[in-house]
């Protein structure tokens, strides 16, 4: 993997999670919130 690479994957990464954060202190109810964690920690790098 060549170094520009791994640069846009680490910012595709950052941007999934703060994507994710937005996700989790907009959740209305604490079981969507508990959704999106489970989706969170199963996704590919």
Known sequence: MSMI???RQRRR???QNR???R???TAPT???RD???YFAQR???
Request: proline share 5%; aromatic share 4%; no cysteine.
């Open 5 to 7: 690479d791994r640069i």
């Open 13 to 15: 990464i950052s941007r």
């Open 19 to 21: 994507a994710i954060d």
């Open 23 to 25: 996700a989790m202190q």
């Open 30 to 32: 604490q079981a969507m």
């Open 35 to 37: 959704e999106i964690a």
């Open 43 to 45: 996704r590919p790098f």
